[in-house]
């Protein structure tokens, strides 16, 4: 159980039997009464976002989340595919639910996905997954201004900006949470 105090950006917690992620959070203590926190909610589920103040002694429950390692399998048109581990069930997330991920993911990338109430609701991807080039233009030589980059497209569709010097065709490190290059991938 949570109390008022405890609120801070990126806690979970449970109201009215959903789960809600704190995205912004702001103290105020005004001169007369209760100290407030005004903070900005997103449910975990359904993706909205709204505004709430709670005062000083409010109570909030834990929501009831839990992470499995799965392994995504394919994208069938409506919904993603994945499969635990250890257990070989399938569950399926709809596009919603993966959100950007979807620009990182590839066929066997094992992620974990976050569970409320044996319900899927979203996915956590590793910090760095390697994709391939499929589209890029070809250097010019002689092209050597500091820090200049150009756009790659990825085995995804994902568009990433990358130095002069990589090709298409090779494989690249991708951070999933900036969506930036990293280093090239020697095989």
């Given at each position: 159980m949570?109390?008022?105090?405890?609120?801070?950006?990126?806690?979970?917690?449970?109201?009215?039997?959903?789960p809600f992620v704190i995205t912004q959070f702001q103290f105020v203590k005004p001169g007369k009464g209760q100290a407030l926190y005004k903070c900005r909610l997103k449910n975990m589920v359904t993706g909205t976002q709204f505004d709430q103040t709670f005062r000083s002694g409010d109570k909030f429950n834990e929501p009831n989340l839990e992470e499995q390692e799965m392994e995504y399998l394919y994208y069938d048109g409506d919904a993603y595919c994945f499969m635990n581990t250890s257990t070989y069930a399938q569950e399926f997330l709809t596009e919603n639910q993966v959100s950007e991920a979807k620009d990182f993911l590839k066929e066997n990338t094992v992620c974990d996905v976050l569970f409320f109430e044996s319900t899927p609701i979203g996915?956590?991807?590793?910090?760095?997954?390697?994709?391939?080039?499929?589209?890029?233009?070809?250097?010019?030589?002689?092209?050597?201004?500091?820090?200049?980059?150009?756009?790659?497209?990825?085995?995804?569709?994902?568009?990433?900006?990358?130095?002069?010097?990589?090709?298409?065709?090779?494989?690249?490190?991708?951070?999933?949470?900036?969506?930036?290059?990293?280093?090239?991938?020697?095989?």
């Open positions: 949570y109390e008022s105090s405890d609120l801070r950006k990126g806690l979970k917690v449970e109201i009215d039997g959903e996915i956590t991807l590793p910090n760095f997954v390697e994709l391939k080039i499929t589209e890029s233009e070809p250097w010019a030589k002689g092209d050597t201004a500091a820090g200049s980059t150009k756009p790659a497209t990825l085995e995804t569709g994902y568009v990433v900006q990358v130095p002069p010097f990589v090709n298409e065709g090779e494989v690249i490190r991708v951070d999933t949470r900036s969506g930036e290059y990293v280093e090239r991938v020697k095989e």
